[in-house]
Protein backbone atom coordinates (compact mmCIF):
# COMPACT_ATOMS: atom_id res chain seq x y z
CA UNK A 1 0.00 0.00 0.00
CA UNK A 2 3.06 2.46 0.53
CA UNK A 3 4.06 2.06 -3.20
CA UNK A 4 0.51 2.99 -4.06
CA UNK A 5 0.44 5.24 -7.36
CA UNK A 6 -2.47 8.40 -6.88
CA UNK A 7 -4.69 8.63 -9.56
CA UNK A 8 -6.57 11.11 -11.10
CA UNK A 9 -9.36 8.72 -10.30
CA UNK A 10 -9.17 9.14 -6.65
CA UNK A 11 -10.25 12.69 -6.14
CA UNK A 12 -13.84 11.87 -7.81
CA UNK A 13 -13.91 8.54 -5.72
CA UNK A 14 -13.70 10.24 -2.41
CA UNK A 15 -16.09 12.94 -3.31
CA UNK A 16 -18.18 10.01 -4.06
CA UNK A 17 -18.27 8.15 -1.34
CA UNK A 18 -18.66 11.12 0.98
CA UNK A 19 -22.09 11.61 -0.06
CA UNK A 20 -23.61 8.47 -2.11
CA UNK A 21 -23.65 4.86 -0.48
CA UNK A 22 -22.18 2.70 -3.04
CA UNK A 23 -20.15 3.32 -5.90
CA UNK A 24 -19.00 0.38 -8.58
CA UNK A 25 -15.17 0.70 -9.87
CA UNK A 26 -15.11 -0.24 -13.50
CA UNK A 27 -12.34 -0.95 -15.45
CA UNK A 28 -10.06 -3.59 -17.52
CA UNK A 29 -8.45 -6.17 -15.93
CA UNK A 30 -4.91 -4.79 -13.91
CA UNK A 31 -5.71 -1.54 -14.36
CA UNK A 32 -5.42 -0.76 -10.46
CA UNK A 33 -9.15 -1.03 -9.56
CA UNK A 34 -8.42 -3.13 -6.54
CA UNK A 35 -5.66 -1.36 -5.15
CA UNK A 36 -7.70 1.74 -5.28
CA UNK A 37 -10.91 0.63 -3.49
CA UNK A 38 -8.47 -0.67 -1.04
CA UNK A 39 -6.93 1.94 0.08
CA UNK A 40 -11.00 3.38 1.12
CA UNK A 41 -12.43 -0.47 2.59
CA UNK A 42 -12.68 -1.21 5.66
CA UNK A 43 -13.66 -4.94 5.21
CA UNK A 44 -13.20 -6.40 2.24
CA UNK A 45 -14.83 -9.84 0.24
CA UNK A 46 -12.63 -11.36 -2.77
CA UNK A 47 -14.67 -13.01 -5.11
CA UNK A 48 -11.98 -14.12 -7.18
CA UNK A 49 -10.53 -16.47 -3.80
CA UNK A 50 -12.24 -19.54 -4.64
CA UNK A 51 -12.11 -20.32 -0.78
CA UNK A 52 -14.01 -17.23 -0.03
CA UNK A 53 -16.21 -17.44 -2.82
CA UNK A 54 -17.39 -20.68 -1.68
CA UNK A 55 -18.63 -19.48 1.51
CA UNK A 56 -20.19 -16.46 0.10
CA UNK A 57 -21.90 -18.67 -1.78
CA UNK A 58 -23.59 -20.70 1.24
CA UNK A 59 -24.22 -17.54 2.80
CA UNK A 60 -24.54 -14.54 0.29
CA UNK A 61 -25.99 -11.99 3.06
CA UNK A 62 -22.69 -11.66 4.60
CA UNK A 63 -21.56 -10.10 1.12
CA UNK A 64 -23.30 -6.59 2.91
CA UNK A 65 -22.04 -7.37 6.53
CA UNK A 66 -19.14 -5.81 8.03
CA UNK A 67 -17.87 -2.45 8.68
CA UNK A 68 -17.82 0.19 5.93
CA UNK A 69 -16.58 1.11 3.47
CA UNK A 70 -17.39 -2.63 2.27
CA UNK A 71 -15.12 -3.96 -0.63
CA UNK A 72 -17.07 -6.69 -3.08
CA UNK A 73 -14.18 -7.55 -5.38
CA UNK A 74 -14.50 -8.32 -8.93
CA UNK A 75 -18.34 -8.71 -8.15
CA UNK A 76 -18.97 -9.90 -11.59
CA UNK A 77 -18.63 -13.49 -9.99
CA UNK A 78 -21.72 -13.46 -8.36
CA UNK A 79 -23.78 -10.94 -10.42
CA UNK A 80 -26.33 -11.25 -7.46
CA UNK A 81 -24.17 -9.18 -5.44
CA UNK A 82 -25.14 -6.01 -6.93
CA UNK A 83 -29.06 -7.00 -6.22
CA UNK A 84 -27.76 -7.83 -2.36
CA UNK A 85 -25.76 -4.50 -2.45
CA UNK A 86 -29.14 -2.36 -3.96
CA UNK A 87 -31.15 -3.92 -1.15
CA UNK A 88 -28.95 -2.92 1.69
CA UNK A 89 -28.49 0.22 0.26
CA UNK A 90 -32.59 0.34 0.32
CA UNK A 91 -32.24 -0.11 4.03
CA UNK A 92 -29.74 2.05 5.05
CA UNK A 93 -28.58 4.99 2.12
CA UNK A 94 -25.53 6.41 4.55
CA UNK A 95 -22.67 7.73 2.12
CA UNK A 96 -19.84 5.71 2.19
CA UNK A 97 -21.09 1.90 2.83
CA UNK A 98 -20.23 0.18 -0.81
CA UNK A 99 -17.36 -0.16 -2.72
CA UNK A 100 -17.70 -2.33 -6.16
CA UNK A 101 -14.60 -3.48 -8.62
CA UNK A 102 -15.76 -5.23 -11.54
CA UNK A 103 -13.41 -6.13 -14.66
CA UNK A 104 -16.13 -7.10 -16.68
CA UNK A 105 -19.86 -6.82 -17.20
CA UNK A 106 -21.35 -9.83 -16.02
CA UNK A 107 -22.87 -12.57 -18.17
CA UNK A 108 -26.06 -12.94 -15.99
CA UNK A 109 -27.05 -9.03 -15.44
CA UNK A 110 -28.49 -7.85 -12.34
CA UNK A 111 -32.47 -7.77 -11.80
CA UNK A 112 -32.01 -3.92 -11.19
CA UNK A 113 -29.55 -1.39 -12.83
CA UNK A 114 -29.08 0.63 -9.55
CA UNK A 115 -29.55 3.35 -10.78
CA UNK A 116 -29.78 5.99 -8.16
CA UNK A 117 -28.37 3.74 -5.62
CA UNK A 118 -24.68 2.08 -6.83
CA UNK A 119 -22.82 4.99 -8.73
CA UNK A 120 -20.53 3.44 -11.24
CA UNK A 121 -17.05 5.16 -11.54
CA UNK A 122 -14.38 4.12 -15.14
CA UNK A 123 -11.04 3.44 -14.28
CA UNK A 124 -8.19 3.62 -17.16
CA UNK A 125 -4.84 2.52 -17.88
CA UNK A 126 -2.13 5.35 -16.63
CA UNK A 127 -2.94 8.35 -18.09
CA UNK A 128 0.48 10.61 -19.44
CA UNK A 129 -0.14 12.84 -16.12
CA UNK A 130 0.13 9.86 -14.16
CA UNK A 131 3.12 8.46 -15.39
CA UNK A 132 4.54 11.15 -13.84
CA UNK A 133 6.59 12.51 -17.78
CA UNK A 134 6.83 15.43 -16.50
CA UNK A 135 5.14 18.30 -14.62
CA UNK A 136 1.80 19.27 -16.19
CA UNK A 137 1.30 23.27 -16.97
CA UNK A 138 -1.96 23.05 -18.85
CA UNK A 139 -5.15 22.26 -17.72
CA UNK A 140 -7.83 20.69 -19.34
CA UNK A 141 -10.07 22.41 -16.82
CA UNK A 142 -8.97 25.73 -17.96
CA UNK A 143 -9.52 25.09 -21.37
CA UNK A 144 -12.56 23.99 -20.57
CA UNK A 145 -13.48 27.40 -18.93
CA UNK A 146 -13.32 29.42 -22.25
CA UNK A 147 -10.97 31.96 -21.06
CA UNK A 148 -8.33 31.14 -23.81
CA UNK A 149 -5.06 31.86 -21.23
CA UNK A 150 -1.64 31.99 -21.78
CA UNK A 151 0.02 28.73 -22.38
CA UNK A 152 3.50 27.91 -20.40
CA UNK A 153 5.71 25.09 -20.10
CA UNK A 154 8.57 23.47 -21.32
CA UNK A 155 9.30 19.86 -21.58
CA UNK A 156 12.45 17.63 -22.44
CA UNK A 157 9.68 14.60 -23.11
CA UNK A 158 10.82 13.41 -26.83
CA UNK A 159 9.08 11.37 -29.41
CA UNK A 160 11.20 8.19 -28.33
CA UNK A 161 9.90 8.82 -24.48
CA UNK A 162 6.15 8.75 -26.34
CA UNK A 163 6.84 5.88 -28.29
CA UNK A 164 8.47 4.30 -25.20
CA UNK A 165 5.31 5.09 -23.13
CA UNK A 166 3.26 3.58 -25.96
CA UNK A 167 5.35 -0.16 -25.56
CA UNK A 168 5.56 0.20 -21.57
CA UNK A 169 1.50 -0.08 -21.49
CA UNK A 170 -0.56 2.18 -18.66
CA UNK A 171 -0.63 -1.09 -16.14
CA UNK A 172 0.67 -0.11 -13.31
CA UNK A 173 2.11 -3.46 -12.46
CA UNK A 174 3.09 -4.44 -15.76
CA UNK A 175 4.83 -1.55 -17.23
CA UNK A 176 7.19 -1.45 -14.02
CA UNK A 177 8.92 -4.78 -15.18
CA UNK A 178 12.15 -4.82 -17.64
CA UNK A 179 11.52 -5.08 -21.39
CA UNK A 180 10.82 -8.76 -21.73
CA UNK A 181 8.86 -9.03 -18.16
CA UNK A 182 6.73 -6.75 -19.61
CA UNK A 183 6.42 -8.24 -23.57
CA UNK A 184 5.32 -11.60 -21.62
CA UNK A 185 3.10 -10.28 -19.40
CA UNK A 186 1.08 -8.56 -22.08
CA UNK A 187 1.18 -11.49 -24.52
CA UNK A 188 -0.03 -13.54 -21.56
CA UNK A 189 -2.92 -10.69 -20.61
CA UNK A 190 -3.84 -11.35 -24.42
CA UNK A 191 -4.17 -15.06 -24.05
CA UNK A 192 -5.96 -14.90 -20.92
CA UNK A 193 -8.61 -13.19 -22.64
CA UNK A 194 -9.06 -15.60 -25.67
CA UNK A 195 -8.63 -18.55 -23.26
CA UNK A 196 -10.24 -17.97 -20.22
CA UNK A 197 -12.28 -14.56 -19.57
CA UNK A 198 -14.49 -14.78 -21.84
CA UNK A 199 -15.16 -18.71 -20.86
CA UNK A 200 -15.50 -17.60 -17.45
CA UNK A 201 -18.15 -14.95 -18.54
CA UNK A 202 -20.07 -17.53 -20.20
CA UNK A 203 -19.40 -16.18 -23.82
CA UNK A 204 -18.72 -19.55 -25.71
CA UNK A 205 -15.70 -18.83 -28.39
CA UNK A 206 -15.82 -21.58 -30.97
CA UNK A 207 -12.87 -20.25 -32.69
CA UNK A 208 -10.29 -18.83 -30.67
CA UNK A 209 -7.92 -18.60 -33.56
CA UNK A 210 -10.35 -16.14 -35.06
CA UNK A 211 -11.03 -14.12 -32.26
CA UNK A 212 -7.35 -13.66 -32.00
CA UNK A 213 -6.82 -12.88 -35.57
CA UNK A 214 -9.76 -9.95 -35.41
CA UNK A 215 -7.73 -9.19 -32.25
CA UNK A 216 -4.67 -7.96 -34.61
CA UNK A 217 -6.96 -6.71 -37.21
CA UNK A 218 -8.47 -4.23 -34.85
CA UNK A 219 -5.44 -3.07 -33.32
CA UNK A 220 -4.53 -2.34 -36.96
CA UNK A 221 -7.59 -0.23 -36.94
CA UNK A 222 -6.39 1.85 -34.27
CA UNK A 223 -7.17 5.34 -34.34
CA UNK A 224 -8.85 4.59 -37.71
CA UNK A 225 -12.72 4.41 -37.98
CA UNK A 226 -12.37 1.70 -40.30
CA UNK A 227 -15.57 -0.68 -41.13
CA UNK A 228 -15.96 -3.50 -39.43
CA UNK A 229 -15.86 -5.36 -42.72
CA UNK A 230 -12.79 -3.69 -43.47
CA UNK A 231 -11.52 -5.18 -40.03
CA UNK A 232 -13.06 -8.51 -40.76
CA UNK A 233 -11.15 -8.78 -44.29
CA UNK A 234 -8.40 -7.91 -42.67
CA UNK A 235 -8.53 -10.79 -39.84
CA UNK A 236 -9.22 -13.31 -42.57
CA UNK A 237 -7.07 -12.75 -46.15
CA UNK A 238 -7.26 -14.95 -48.70
CA UNK A 239 -9.99 -17.08 -47.27
CA UNK A 240 -13.39 -16.67 -49.72
CA UNK A 241 -16.08 -17.60 -46.79
CA UNK A 242 -15.84 -14.79 -44.53
CA UNK A 243 -17.44 -14.82 -41.20
CA UNK A 244 -20.73 -13.02 -41.03
CA UNK A 245 -21.05 -9.75 -39.47
CA UNK A 246 -22.91 -11.11 -36.72
CA UNK A 247 -20.05 -13.13 -35.61
CA UNK A 248 -17.55 -10.14 -36.15
CA UNK A 249 -20.07 -7.82 -34.29
CA UNK A 250 -19.90 -10.14 -31.49
CA UNK A 251 -16.43 -10.57 -30.96
CA UNK A 252 -16.41 -6.59 -30.38
CA UNK A 253 -19.31 -7.17 -28.13
CA UNK A 254 -17.26 -9.94 -25.96
CA UNK A 255 -14.33 -7.49 -25.71
CA UNK A 256 -15.87 -4.29 -24.93
CA UNK A 257 -17.71 -6.72 -22.01
CA UNK A 258 -14.05 -7.02 -20.07
CA UNK A 259 -13.96 -3.40 -21.22
CA UNK A 260 -10.98 -4.08 -23.89
CA UNK A 261 -12.18 -2.18 -26.58
CA UNK A 262 -13.30 1.93 -25.75
CA UNK A 263 -14.63 3.15 -29.04
CA UNK A 264 -14.34 7.35 -29.25
CA UNK A 265 -18.24 7.67 -30.72
CA UNK A 266 -18.91 10.23 -33.21
CA UNK A 267 -19.95 13.83 -32.27
CA UNK A 268 -22.96 14.44 -33.44
CA UNK A 269 -24.65 17.53 -32.35
CA UNK A 270 -28.24 19.31 -32.45
CA UNK A 271 -28.92 21.66 -34.70
CA UNK A 272 -28.81 22.79 -38.15
CA UNK A 273 -24.66 23.52 -38.29
CA UNK A 274 -23.68 20.48 -39.50
CA UNK A 275 -24.49 18.51 -42.65
CA UNK A 276 -23.57 14.78 -43.25
CA UNK A 277 -21.85 14.17 -40.57
CA UNK A 278 -20.30 10.47 -40.11
CA UNK A 279 -21.29 8.34 -36.99
CA UNK A 280 -19.29 5.67 -37.07
CA UNK A 281 -16.85 5.77 -34.11
CA UNK A 282 -12.99 5.48 -33.96
CA UNK A 283 -11.35 2.32 -32.92
CA UNK A 284 -9.10 2.07 -29.73
CA UNK A 285 -8.17 -0.63 -27.58
CA UNK A 286 -7.87 -0.26 -23.70
CA UNK A 287 -4.33 0.28 -23.51
CA UNK A 288 -2.11 1.20 -26.89
CA UNK A 289 0.45 -1.23 -25.36
CA UNK A 290 -1.66 -3.94 -26.16
CA UNK A 291 -2.29 -3.16 -29.90
CA UNK A 292 1.44 -2.71 -29.94
CA UNK A 293 2.07 -5.88 -28.88
CA UNK A 294 -0.94 -7.44 -31.11
CA UNK A 295 0.91 -5.98 -34.08
CA UNK A 296 4.65 -7.33 -32.62
CA UNK A 297 6.17 -3.64 -32.60
CA UNK A 298 9.14 -2.99 -29.81
CA UNK A 299 10.04 1.18 -30.09
CA UNK A 300 12.65 0.82 -32.59
CA UNK A 301 9.80 -0.32 -35.00
CA UNK A 302 7.76 2.59 -34.47
CA UNK A 303 10.31 4.89 -34.90
CA UNK A 304 11.73 3.74 -37.96
CA UNK A 305 8.27 3.96 -39.23
CA UNK A 306 7.96 0.27 -39.75
CA UNK A 307 4.12 -0.70 -40.22
CA UNK A 308 2.62 -4.08 -39.46
CA UNK A 309 -0.07 -6.33 -39.07
CA UNK A 310 -3.21 -6.27 -41.72
CA UNK A 311 -3.07 -3.91 -44.06
CA UNK A 312 -5.72 -1.30 -42.59
CA UNK A 313 -6.28 2.14 -44.62
CA UNK A 314 -5.06 4.79 -42.66
CA UNK A 315 -3.59 8.42 -42.71
CA UNK A 316 0.19 8.38 -41.58
CA UNK A 317 2.11 5.91 -39.79
CA UNK A 318 1.16 3.30 -37.38
CA UNK A 319 3.41 5.52 -34.82
CA UNK A 320 0.95 8.46 -35.10
CA UNK A 321 -1.83 6.11 -34.78
CA UNK A 322 -0.54 4.35 -31.55
CA UNK A 323 0.37 8.17 -30.11
CA UNK A 324 -3.58 9.08 -31.09
CA UNK A 325 -4.38 6.69 -29.17
CA UNK A 326 -2.39 7.84 -25.72
CA UNK A 327 -3.45 11.04 -26.47
CA UNK A 328 -7.08 9.98 -26.11
CA UNK A 329 -6.55 7.57 -23.27
CA UNK A 330 -5.21 10.50 -21.14
CA UNK A 331 -7.87 13.10 -22.44
CA UNK A 332 -10.58 10.48 -21.37
CA UNK A 333 -9.01 10.63 -17.71
CA UNK A 334 -9.19 14.39 -17.94
CA UNK A 335 -12.23 14.83 -19.41
CA UNK A 336 -13.89 12.09 -16.65
CA UNK A 337 -12.62 14.39 -13.78
CA UNK A 338 -14.08 17.08 -15.33
CA UNK A 339 -17.37 15.84 -16.22
CA UNK A 340 -16.91 15.86 -19.55
CA UNK A 341 -17.74 13.84 -22.32
CA UNK A 342 -14.99 12.90 -25.75
CA UNK A 343 -15.87 12.06 -29.11
CA UNK A 344 -14.60 12.72 -32.60
CA UNK A 345 -16.22 14.79 -35.54
CA UNK A 346 -15.91 13.84 -39.18
CA UNK A 347 -17.95 14.39 -41.86
CA UNK A 348 -18.79 11.62 -44.66
CA UNK A 349 -16.90 12.53 -47.20
CA UNK A 350 -13.79 13.04 -44.87
CA UNK A 351 -13.08 16.70 -46.09
CA UNK A 352 -13.13 17.89 -42.58
CA UNK A 353 -12.97 16.27 -39.03
CA UNK A 354 -10.65 16.74 -35.61
CA UNK A 355 -9.48 14.40 -33.32
CA UNK A 356 -11.35 14.42 -30.28
CA UNK A 357 -13.92 16.97 -28.90
CA UNK A 358 -14.54 17.30 -25.00
CA UNK A 359 -18.18 18.58 -24.46
CA UNK A 360 -18.87 19.79 -21.02
CA UNK A 361 -22.30 19.25 -19.62
CA UNK A 362 -23.88 23.02 -21.16
CA UNK A 363 -22.72 21.87 -24.50
CA UNK A 364 -19.58 24.25 -24.70
CA UNK A 365 -16.71 22.22 -26.42
CA UNK A 366 -12.57 22.09 -26.48
CA UNK A 367 -11.39 20.86 -30.16
CA UNK A 368 -8.23 18.85 -29.89
CA UNK A 369 -6.15 18.12 -32.88
CA UNK A 370 -3.42 15.32 -32.02
CA UNK A 371 -0.31 16.00 -34.58
CA UNK A 372 3.11 13.57 -34.45
CA UNK A 373 5.07 16.27 -34.60
CA UNK A 374 6.63 19.35 -33.14
CA UNK A 375 5.99 21.81 -35.32
CA UNK A 376 2.29 23.22 -36.19
CA UNK A 377 1.55 25.14 -39.29
CA UNK A 378 -1.08 26.62 -40.87
CA UNK A 379 -2.42 23.58 -42.41
CA UNK A 380 -2.58 21.60 -39.55
CA UNK A 381 -5.32 23.67 -37.53
CA UNK A 382 -7.63 24.05 -40.65
CA UNK A 383 -9.97 21.44 -39.36
CA UNK A 384 -9.93 23.62 -35.97
CA UNK A 385 -10.82 26.75 -37.75
CA UNK A 386 -13.34 25.56 -39.69
CA UNK A 387 -15.08 24.22 -36.61
CA UNK A 388 -14.83 27.61 -34.74
CA UNK A 389 -16.91 29.18 -37.41
CA UNK A 390 -19.29 26.74 -37.17
CA UNK A 391 -20.07 26.92 -33.55
CA UNK A 392 -19.03 30.31 -32.93
CA UNK A 393 -18.21 30.92 -28.93
CA UNK A 394 -20.13 27.42 -28.42
CA UNK A 395 -15.98 26.35 -28.98
CA UNK A 396 -14.52 27.02 -25.27
CA UNK A 397 -10.74 26.49 -26.89
CA UNK A 398 -8.96 24.68 -29.60
CA UNK A 399 -5.55 23.09 -29.21
CA UNK A 400 -3.16 20.97 -31.55
CA UNK A 401 -1.44 17.81 -28.73
CA UNK A 402 2.25 17.32 -30.38
CA UNK A 403 5.40 15.86 -29.55
CA UNK A 404 7.15 18.90 -29.29
CA UNK A 405 9.01 20.87 -26.33
CA UNK A 406 6.93 23.91 -25.56
CA UNK A 407 3.12 25.34 -24.87
CA UNK A 408 2.09 28.13 -26.25
CA UNK A 409 -0.82 30.57 -28.40
CA UNK A 410 -0.33 30.72 -32.10
CA UNK A 411 -1.11 34.02 -33.68
CA UNK A 412 -3.98 32.66 -34.86
CA UNK A 413 -5.17 31.76 -30.84
CA UNK A 414 -5.07 28.03 -31.56
CA UNK A 415 -2.93 26.51 -28.54
CA UNK A 416 0.06 24.16 -29.30
CA UNK A 417 0.36 21.85 -26.23
CA UNK A 418 3.12 18.75 -26.18
CA UNK A 419 1.21 15.85 -24.61
CA UNK A 420 3.30 15.54 -21.48
CA UNK A 421 2.16 19.02 -20.48
CA UNK A 422 -1.20 18.56 -20.12
CA UNK A 423 -2.96 17.81 -17.34
CA UNK A 424 -6.79 17.46 -16.03
Partial sequence: MSDYLPRIVDLELDELLDGLPAISIEGPRAVGKTETALRRAATVYRLDDLAQAEILRGEPERLVSGD??????????MPYSWDLVRRAVDRDPSAGRFVLTGSAAPAEAPTHSGAGRIVTVRMRPL???????????????????????????????????????????????????????????????????????????????RDRAALRSWMTAFAAATSTSASYET???????????????????????????????????????????????????????????LAARLLGVDVDALIEGADAGPPIPR????????????????????????????????????????????????????ALEVKLSALVDDHDVRHLHWLAKRIGPRLADAVVITTGREAYRRHDGIGVIPAALLGP
Fill in 231 to 289: IRDAATPGETDKPARATTTAYRSMLEQLWMVEEVPAWLPTGNRFRRLAASPVHQLADPA
Fill in 127 to 205: SLAERSLDMTTVALSELLRGRRPPLEGKTDVRLADYATEIVRSGFPAIRALPDRLRRAQLDGYVERIVEHDLSDLGRNV
Fill in 68 to 77: PPILIDEWQR
Fill in 315 to 366: DGTLLGALFESLVTLSVRTYAQHNEARVSHLRTRAGEQEVDLIVERADGGVV
